[in-house]
Protein backbone atom coordinates (compact mmCIF):
# COMPACT_ATOMS: atom_id res chain seq x y z
CA UNK A 1 0.00 0.00 0.00
CA UNK A 2 2.97 2.53 0.62
CA UNK A 3 4.46 2.01 -2.96
CA UNK A 4 0.81 2.62 -4.33
CA UNK A 5 0.58 5.86 -1.80
CA UNK A 6 4.08 7.22 -2.81
CA UNK A 7 3.24 6.56 -6.78
CA UNK A 8 -0.09 8.42 -6.56
CA UNK A 9 1.18 11.51 -4.09
CA UNK A 10 3.62 11.53 -7.00
CA UNK A 11 1.54 12.34 -9.84
CA UNK A 12 0.99 8.82 -11.03
CA UNK A 13 -2.14 8.12 -10.72
CA UNK A 14 -3.80 7.64 -13.83
CA UNK A 15 -0.79 5.65 -14.75
CA UNK A 16 -1.41 3.52 -11.62
CA UNK A 17 -4.90 3.27 -12.24
CA UNK A 18 -5.12 1.88 -15.56
CA UNK A 19 -1.99 -0.58 -15.08
CA UNK A 20 -3.57 -1.83 -11.93
CA UNK A 21 -6.55 -2.93 -14.11
CA UNK A 22 -5.01 -4.02 -16.97
CA UNK A 23 -3.19 -6.54 -14.76
CA UNK A 24 -5.95 -7.66 -12.60
CA UNK A 25 -7.80 -8.46 -16.25
CA UNK A 26 -4.86 -10.74 -16.84
CA UNK A 27 -4.99 -12.29 -13.74
CA UNK A 28 -8.29 -12.95 -14.22
CA UNK A 29 -7.95 -14.00 -17.88
CA UNK A 30 -10.37 -17.16 -18.42
CA UNK A 31 -12.85 -16.48 -15.39
CA UNK A 32 -16.59 -15.53 -16.53
CA UNK A 33 -16.84 -11.33 -16.32
CA UNK A 34 -19.11 -11.42 -12.83
CA UNK A 35 -15.68 -12.56 -10.97
CA UNK A 36 -13.47 -10.34 -13.08
CA UNK A 37 -15.52 -7.34 -12.27
CA UNK A 38 -15.20 -8.04 -8.76
CA UNK A 39 -11.80 -8.74 -9.01
CA UNK A 40 -11.09 -5.94 -10.20
CA UNK A 41 -13.55 -3.67 -7.54
CA UNK A 42 -11.79 -5.23 -4.97
CA UNK A 43 -8.63 -3.86 -6.44
CA UNK A 44 -9.81 -0.49 -6.94
CA UNK A 45 -10.90 -0.62 -3.23
CA UNK A 46 -7.55 -0.41 -2.19
CA UNK A 47 -6.53 2.24 -4.82
CA UNK A 48 -9.21 4.59 -3.15
CA UNK A 49 -7.42 3.94 -0.14
CA UNK A 50 -4.72 4.79 -1.17
CA UNK A 51 -6.46 7.97 -3.09
CA UNK A 52 -7.79 9.54 0.05
CA UNK A 53 -4.66 9.25 2.26
CA UNK A 54 -2.80 11.18 -0.10
CA UNK A 55 -5.08 13.31 -2.44
CA UNK A 56 -6.39 16.50 -1.29
CA UNK A 57 -7.84 19.43 -3.65
CA UNK A 58 -5.23 21.77 -4.81
CA UNK A 59 -7.90 24.69 -4.28
CA UNK A 60 -9.57 24.04 -1.59
CA UNK A 61 -7.35 21.25 0.58
CA UNK A 62 -10.70 19.30 1.13
CA UNK A 63 -10.40 15.19 0.58
CA UNK A 64 -12.06 13.92 -2.75
CA UNK A 65 -15.38 12.41 -3.11
CA UNK A 66 -14.15 8.74 -4.82
CA UNK A 67 -16.82 7.21 -7.11
CA UNK A 68 -16.12 3.69 -8.86
CA UNK A 69 -17.92 3.53 -12.07
CA UNK A 70 -18.66 0.57 -14.30
CA UNK A 71 -19.95 1.32 -18.06
CA UNK A 72 -20.65 -0.64 -20.57
CA UNK A 73 -18.05 -1.65 -22.84
CA UNK A 74 -17.36 -3.51 -25.91
CA UNK A 75 -18.89 -6.64 -27.10
CA UNK A 76 -20.74 -6.49 -23.49
CA UNK A 77 -17.95 -6.27 -21.43
CA UNK A 78 -17.57 -3.40 -18.71
CA UNK A 79 -15.49 -0.55 -18.68
CA UNK A 80 -13.89 0.79 -15.21
CA UNK A 81 -13.86 4.25 -14.49
CA UNK A 82 -13.07 6.12 -11.08
CA UNK A 83 -14.23 9.58 -10.14
CA UNK A 84 -13.16 11.74 -7.96
CA UNK A 85 -15.15 14.91 -6.80
CA UNK A 86 -14.58 18.13 -4.71
CA UNK A 87 -17.72 18.86 -3.53
CA UNK A 88 -16.28 22.28 -1.80
CA UNK A 89 -14.81 23.57 -5.41
CA UNK A 90 -17.15 21.53 -7.82
CA UNK A 91 -13.95 20.00 -9.94
CA UNK A 92 -14.78 16.26 -11.17
CA UNK A 93 -11.77 14.34 -12.56
CA UNK A 94 -12.39 11.41 -13.94
CA UNK A 95 -9.73 8.35 -14.97
CA UNK A 96 -11.20 5.34 -16.89
CA UNK A 97 -9.58 2.06 -18.25
CA UNK A 98 -10.31 2.66 -21.63
CA UNK A 99 -9.08 6.63 -22.32
CA UNK A 100 -6.10 7.92 -22.83
CA UNK A 101 -6.36 10.82 -20.09
CA UNK A 102 -7.94 11.66 -17.83
CA UNK A 103 -11.38 13.92 -18.15
CA UNK A 104 -11.53 17.32 -16.26
CA UNK A 105 -14.93 19.48 -15.75
CA UNK A 106 -16.37 21.44 -12.55
CA UNK A 107 -19.95 20.62 -11.60
CA UNK A 108 -20.09 24.20 -10.65
CA UNK A 109 -19.68 25.52 -14.27
CA UNK A 110 -21.77 22.83 -15.24
CA UNK A 111 -24.72 24.27 -13.39
CA UNK A 112 -24.08 27.86 -14.37
CA UNK A 113 -24.27 26.93 -18.49
CA UNK A 114 -27.53 25.13 -17.26
CA UNK A 115 -29.01 28.33 -15.97
CA UNK A 116 -27.61 30.49 -18.93
CA UNK A 117 -29.47 27.98 -21.58
CA UNK A 118 -32.99 28.03 -19.59
CA UNK A 119 -32.42 31.98 -20.28
CA UNK A 120 -31.48 32.01 -23.39
CA UNK A 121 -34.53 32.53 -26.50
CA UNK A 122 -32.25 33.68 -29.34
CA UNK A 123 -29.81 31.65 -28.68
CA UNK A 124 -28.74 27.82 -27.94
CA UNK A 125 -25.92 26.68 -25.34
CA UNK A 126 -24.06 23.88 -25.95
CA UNK A 127 -21.45 22.33 -24.22
CA UNK A 128 -18.31 20.06 -25.38
CA UNK A 129 -15.46 18.29 -23.27
CA UNK A 130 -12.72 19.83 -25.27
CA UNK A 131 -12.02 20.00 -28.20
CA UNK A 132 -12.32 23.73 -29.40
CA UNK A 133 -9.50 25.77 -28.92
CA UNK A 134 -11.47 29.00 -26.98
CA UNK A 135 -13.01 28.64 -23.87
CA UNK A 136 -16.64 29.66 -25.90
CA UNK A 137 -17.27 29.77 -30.15
CA UNK A 138 -20.21 31.19 -31.13
CA UNK A 139 -21.79 29.24 -34.40
CA UNK A 140 -24.21 31.90 -36.57
CA UNK A 141 -25.55 30.66 -39.73
CA UNK A 142 -26.95 32.06 -42.51
CA UNK A 143 -29.75 30.14 -43.04
CA UNK A 144 -33.02 30.57 -39.94
CA UNK A 145 -31.23 28.28 -37.58
CA UNK A 146 -30.37 29.56 -33.65
CA UNK A 147 -27.27 31.03 -33.33
CA UNK A 148 -24.98 28.25 -30.90
CA UNK A 149 -22.88 28.98 -28.68
CA UNK A 150 -20.55 26.05 -27.65
CA UNK A 151 -19.29 26.40 -24.57
CA UNK A 152 -15.80 24.03 -23.42
CA UNK A 153 -16.37 23.47 -20.00
CA UNK A 154 -12.97 21.31 -19.35
CA UNK A 155 -11.18 25.22 -20.01
CA UNK A 156 -13.07 26.90 -17.34
CA UNK A 157 -12.74 26.44 -13.40
CA UNK A 158 -14.97 28.98 -12.16
CA UNK A 159 -18.48 29.52 -13.18
CA UNK A 160 -18.66 33.28 -13.20
CA UNK A 161 -16.28 32.83 -15.65
CA UNK A 162 -19.00 31.67 -18.43
CA UNK A 163 -20.81 34.45 -17.72
CA UNK A 164 -18.98 37.18 -19.97
CA UNK A 165 -18.63 34.59 -22.87
CA UNK A 166 -22.39 34.25 -22.89
CA UNK A 167 -22.54 37.82 -22.59
CA UNK A 168 -21.31 38.62 -25.58
CA UNK A 169 -22.65 36.09 -27.61
CA UNK A 170 -25.98 37.23 -26.64
CA UNK A 171 -24.89 40.80 -27.56
CA UNK A 172 -23.86 39.59 -31.43
CA UNK A 173 -26.73 37.81 -31.75
CA UNK A 174 -29.02 40.91 -30.51
CA UNK A 175 -27.13 43.04 -33.33
CA UNK A 176 -27.12 40.67 -35.84
CA UNK A 177 -31.31 40.53 -35.43
CA UNK A 178 -30.99 44.49 -35.56
CA UNK A 179 -29.08 44.42 -38.85
CA UNK A 180 -31.25 41.85 -40.61
CA UNK A 181 -34.64 43.64 -39.08
CA UNK A 182 -35.58 41.02 -37.22
Request: include cysteine; glycine fraction near 6%; aromatic fraction near 8%.
Amino acid sequence: MEILKKKIKNGRMFQVFRSQVGFMRRLTAGETEEVRNTFIAEGIALFREACRAVLKCSLCQEEFQFRHCRNPGKAGGTVHAVELACACCGDVFTLAEDRERITYFNSFVMKKVDSLRDRSDRLAVKVCMGGLSEPALLCVYQDDRRPVLWIDVQQFRRPDAVQPYWTQASDIVERLELDRGD
